[in-house]
């Protein structure tokens, strides 16, 4: 980055590309190979 562009700038940008990266994780962890091992609680407690 340049030597004028604002601290603010390159914070919001990290915090930006931190959210992304959860929210990838989140939806690989949701979606992807890893939630064959999920169970769904609501079949656990039939009554």
């Known amino acids: ?7 603010a700038l390159s914070i919001a940008l990290t ?4 959210l992304l990266a959860l929210t990838g994780f ?4 949701a979606f992807g190979p ?3 091992g999920l ?3 609501f ?3 039939d009554d």
């Open 1 to 7: 980055m340049t030597e004028t562009s604002s601290p």
């Open 15 to 18: 915090v930006l590309v931190a």
């Open 26 to 29: 989140g939806v690989y962890l």
């Open 34 to 36: 890893p939630s064959k």
């Open 39 to 41: 169970t769904d609680p």
């Open 43 to 45: 079949d656990d407690h």
